[in-house]
């Protein structure tokens, strides 16, 4: 197992967690998947250059955070619900997106782990699908858009993606290593999660690991799919978080139309192309 340089510390939350501080200037944000209901959706942990640290969790679409290190133990803060978004309809009317004030710089390399004997035939290529998607800003609604970053496969490999393995406790890991790993294997509590690490606005880490325990669709054709989550379709959702797009968690239809909407079902196929309003948060980006 690789080791992080970085020497990391713990900070207690008020449910217990433990949350690795990154270095001054730096932060990371965890995202899940199809969280089960008593997990947070997205965890983020920022530490600024003036030793100032923030967390922020957002559970059940309520975003809670705080603005000092004694202030984490009570998660005050803020607080929005998805409720005071307006709506729209239809996955290219959405104008619906959310950023998190960092993205990719030039080049995205990535990695996948194969080490796992329940890897699925197929994955290597559809997570290569679906980096091609996100950069290219590809959507089925007609919107000529680009990041305007280019994408490099870097193989396989042994690195580990440090996502944690336990989503009721667990916590990103120090700063990032420098290597975009994807990769599946256990993971307690959701269908995927990435960990996005930054320094200021560029992105430095992207980490993502996908389930072992799902049974995953990798077939680029959409007949006869049952009872299996569509992989294409929830890699594009994740390298979404790794250029800088956060979840969306609204209840109407132009937010469930969405690549980035926070939660999918088994043998659904719409995310494996962008929404309009993906796009819109692309474009916002870069």
């Excluded at 998660?75 to 997106?97: K, L, P």
């Excluded at 430095?204 to 294409?232: A, E, H, P, Q, Y």
């Excluded at 239809?253 to 309003?277: E, I, K």
Aim: proline share 2%; glycine share 12%; aromatic share 8%.
């Amino acid at each position: 197992m690789r080791r992080l340089v970085q020497k990391v510390v713990t900070l207690p939350t008020a449910e217990g967690r433990k949350l690795h501080i990154p270095g001054k200037g730096r932060s990371w944000t965890l995202f899940v998947e199809n969280a089960d209901s008593s997990i947070p959706t997205e965890i983020s942990v920022e530490h600024g250059r003036d030793n100032s640290l923030r967390a922020s969790v957002v559970l059940n679409g309520i975003r809670s955070s705080s603005g000092s290190e004694t202030q984490l133990a009570t998660a005050e803060g803020s607080v929005t619900t998805a409720a005071t978004m307006a709506a729209a309809a239809g996955e290219c009317t959405s104008t619906r997106y959310s950023q998190k004030g960092y993205k990719q710089v030039d080049i995205f390399k990535f990695y996948v782990r194969t080490y796992n004997a329940s890897y699925p035939t197929g994955g290597v290529a559809r997570i290569q699908d679906a980096a091609a998607t996100i950069i290219g800003a590809n959507n089925g609604c007609g919107i000529t858009a680009d990041t305007g970053v280019t994408y490099s496969y870097g193989g396989t490999t042994t690195r580990d993606a440090y996502v944690p393995n336990d989503l009721a406790t667990g916590s990103c890991l120090g700063d990032g290593d420098g290597a975009n790993v994807l990769t599946f294997g256990t993971l307690t509590g959701g269908a995927a999660a990435t960990c996005v690490y930054a320094v200021g606005g560029n992105i430095v880490t992207t980490d993502t690991t996908f389930s072992s325990d799902i049974s995953w669709w990798t077939s680029t054709s959409t007949t006869g799919c049952s009872g299996k989550r569509d992989l294409l379709s929830t890699a594009t959702h994740e390298i979404g978080h790794s250029f800088g797009l956060g979840d969306l968690s609204g209840s109407t239809s132009d937010y469930s139309t969405q690549t980035m909407y926070y939660v999918a079902s088994n043998c659904t196929f719409h995310r494996r192309s962008l929404g309009s309003g993906d796009v819109a948060g692309l474009k916002a980006i870069y």
